[in-house]
């Protein structure tokens, strides 16, 4: 299948995928830990919901200015695309497209 433009091509697998063996482990006595306790601990907040404010500084380490001042464009990009209610039809689709490229 190709895009509209001949971008990129997408060729259908050959093989199967198989799904990865992952085996989680629970602490035992899950069901009497306190989830804000829990989630206090290991993130900013309990609350559910996506972040509003930017990053400040990439999740990985960038070993080019170029990709470190890109990785922060992007996810400004992404907070637009998400808060951003005024989007819709194709000015919605261009902005997912372009997120997706970069």
Do not use: C, Q
């Not at 559910?48 to 960038?62: A, C, D």
């Amino acid at each position: 299948w190709e895009r509209p433009h001949g971008e990129r091509n997408i060729v259908r697998a050959s093989t199967p995928v198989r799904p990865a063996a992952i085996h989680y482990n629970l602490p035992h006595d899950i069901d009497y830990y306190p989830y804000s306790k829990f989630t206090n601990v290991y993130f900013k907040s309990h609350l559910w919901g996506m972040k509003r404010e930017p990053i400040k500084t990439p999740f990985l380490s960038k070993s080019r200015d170029a990709d470190y001042s890109d990785s922060l464009a992007v996810f400004k990009l992404i907070l637009r695309f998400m808060n951003d209610h005024t989007l819709s039809g194709s000015r919605e689709i261009v902005l997912g497209n372009y997120i997706t490229h970069k």
